[in-house]
């Protein structure tokens, strides 16, 4: 549909606070790192110099940069397939459930309205090695819980802390999907003698398809752009470089190692990568499979 | 042999709402029974409840002498066609015909023999590899029926199955249903909210109204002596002109004027019904009653004719007449009408109930 306005001014006016926001807070800072990406400036801003594409190949034999690079997608990896996962099995639950439904729904979303920095100070203090319940459960279970020393257990932490937050979003999508698969699809299957657990991976999980797709590409997205602040609450990157993603690498070289160089070419290698995770986006999911 | 028994069959849901009171039907081997009724008369639940897809409240199911009330529909050997047909989007034509005889491990090589024999018997050979949505809907239809077929259930169960067609399908695929039926012998129970499609296909018909079964019979039974009105007005088509009426000594008094002679030992108010194909034109002399034209339709085969009662008070009843041929009275004219008494329907206006 298409909604053709009698003059030219009105649109662009009812358009203005979102281009403007869009053009401070993204249009300008891109353009920022993009061109201090060519330059090396001195700690303090006072002054600079061109170094042509020299920041792009400092950063890519950097070692420590492709480890964080296996480090985010490990990370990215773990969030999305445990998220959805876990979402996956509490919409099938609730799409089962008829007492409580809108309870058992409405305490599933919660976790959603949580910052992000919020949701990551919960989980540092819950698996906090010297005093957090869960870190002292671990240990009483004979497990030595401490992510300040153990890289891998830092790792699980801001997965458990990202995954959370995520689980949520992920639920409505799956519950949704689920609740768009005709009934009949499940009685016919009944009738054609498939158990329940055969049902599930025959008929609903692949009309589910569509749905599971597009989750997977948002969760990446998320994984990738969107934990800085469950990581900064929790690990900050640490121990060592066990938990620092890409974007986490772009604040602290920036930020608390003062390259501003570096971080800059940096972020331009995430632009690009966003770019391409956007194309991926549209060109499959506009795409995406269609059931008469 | 007696293939399907339901015994006081009722339906009441956990929210207390009583579907469905108790129905008492015996299916007979090889036999095509019709469910029909208005909607929300409770002939998709009893299906349902057949196919195990609705728990029985109360009453029994036997299919074949055994009790079917607590077995799973898988185990209970039927196959069912759905309204939208509910075949499986994500697989082709084969899978979907397949996939019923995978569950139950069926030999790879004897799945594909069956596919193929049923495929051939309902032309769908060409059309093995496709997927649902590259379907039209009469081919869709005829890939559901595949799927039911391929099993060899002991009974068919039909939901609706061609309502989602288009008219001029609808007809072809209802003699291909039948004839298909009468091919395998399988004992079959359909459910329909059209008449015709239920006088066409059924060798027994249930009327059903409210959740309970008001007549059980062919439909030349139940076309020829209805046992209620609402049989009456549902079978037929247009339905059967139903008057209230009163039974006197002199007659059927339809109104002060109008008294149509009989003699009857019943007394009081009555329902009196005459089927518009079975009203005669006539002239004054010989006539029962006047009718004063309101509409005519004309469809070159058949024309019925609307129209009310002539009274004094000119508040007649709605009454159609069904003239073969075609024929073109003036609206607003007086049409002179025979209503002869071997065709009289009577009910007892406080039981429902033939007379």
Redesign the interface.
């Known amino acids: 549909m298409t909604v053709t306005f009698p003059q030219k001014v009105l649109p662009w006016l009812l358009l203005l606070p979102q281009l403007l926001v869009t053009a401070i807070f993204f249009l300008w800072p891109a353009e920022q790192a993009l061109e201090q990406a060519f330059y090396q400036e001195d700690a303090f801003g006072l002054s600079r110099e061109f170094i042509g594409l020299e920041n792009f190949a400092d950063l890519f034999t950097d070692p420590l940069y492709y480890q964080s690079m296996l480090t985010t997608l490990v990370f990215s990896f773990s969030v999305a397939i445990v998220g959805m996962s876990l979402a996956l099995l509490l919409a099938v639950m609730a799409d089962r459930i008829i007492r409580g439904k809108l309870a058992y729904q409405t305490l599933l979303i919660w976790p959603y309205a949580v910052a992000p920095a919020l949701a990551g100070v919960l989980w540092w203090i819950l698996f906090d090695p010297s005093m957090g319940p869960i870190a002292l459960w671990l240990k009483a279970a004979g497990v030595n819980w401490n992510h300040y020393l153990d890289g891998n257990q830092a790792m699980i932490l801001v997965v458990i802390a990202s995954t959370w937050k995520q689980i949520s979003y992920n639920f409505l999508f799956f519950l949704a999907g689920l609740q768009a698969v005709p009934r009949s699809l499940i009685e016919a299957a009944a009738i054609d003698g498939a158990s329940p657990f055969k049902r599930f991976w025959t008929i609903v999980f692949p009309l589910l398809s569509p749905t599971t797709f597009f989750l997977l590409v948002v969760n990446l997205v998320y994984a990738f752009f969107e934990t800085f602040g469950v990581i900064d609450a929790t690990t900050k990157g640490g121990p060592g470089q066990s938990t620092t993603t890409l974007v986490y690498k772009v604040f602290d070289d920036g930020f608390v190692g003062l390259d501003l160089g570096g971080s800059a070419a940096q972020s331009v290698v995430l632009m690009a990568i966003v770019g391409l995770m956007t194309v991926i986006q549209f060109r499959f999911i506009e795409r995406k499979v269609q059931y008469s | 042999m007696t293939d399907v028994i339901l015994e006081k069959v009722g339906k009441t849901y956990p929210n207390g709402y009583h579907a469905i009171p108790s129905v008492d039907l015996s299916i007979e081997e090889g036999e095509f029974i019709v469910l029909v009724g208005p909607s929300g008369c409770g002939k998709s639940t009893l299906l349902r409840m057949v196919?195990?897809?609705e728990s029985i409240s109360t009453g029994e199911l036997r299919i074949r002498g055994e009790r079917m009330n607590d077995k799973?529909?898988?185990e209970r050997d039927?196959?069912?066609v759905?309204?939208?047909y509910?075949l499986?989007?994500?697989m082709t034509v084969y899978d979907n015909m397949a996939?019923?005889l995978k569950?139950?491990g069926m030999p790879k090589a004897q799945i594909a023999e069956k596919v193929s024999d049923v495929a051939t018997m309902l032309g769908l050979t060409e059309l093995l590899q496709r997927k649902?949505?590259q379907l039209s809907g009469g081919q869709r239809q005829r890939v559901a029926m595949g799927?039911a077929m391929v099993?060899d259930p002991k009974v068919f169960l039909f939901d609706e199955p061609l309502s989602n067609l288009d008219a001029k399908l609808r007809v072809q695929m209802r003699v291909e249903i039948r004839q298909l039926q009468r091919k395998l012998g399988t004992t079959t129970l359909y459910v329909t909210h059209d008449q015709v499609e239920a006088m066409t296909l059924a060798d027994r018909l249930v009327v059903l109204n409210k959740g309970k079964a008001e007549q059980i019979g062919t439909p030349m039974d139940l076309y020829n002596k209805p046992a209620t009105p609402f049989v009456a007005a549902f079978i037929g088509s247009p339905s059967m002109n139903l008057i209230n009426a009163n039974l006197t000594e002199q007659g059927v008094k339809i109104s002060e004027a109008l008294t149509l002679p009989l003699s009857h030992a019943f007394r009081g108010g009555i329902v009196w019904g005459i089927r518009p194909e079975h009203l005669e034109v006539s002239d004054e002399q010989n006539a029962d009653f006047a009718l004063r034209i309101q509409a005519v339709e004309s469809l070159g085969a058949e024309t019925l004719i609307h129209g009310k009662l002539e009274t004094e008070s000119g508040h007649g009843e709605p009454l159609v007449v069904r003239l073969s041929g075609p024929h073109l009275p003036d609206i607003n004219s007086l049409m002179w009408l025979r209503a002869p008494v071997s065709h009289w329907h009577l009910f007892d206006a406080n039981t429902q109930q033939r007379l």
């Open positions: 196919a195990g897809l799973e529909p898988a039927i196959a069912m759905f309204q939208n509910a499986y989007p994500h996939y019923g569950n139950r649902p949505r799927r099993r």
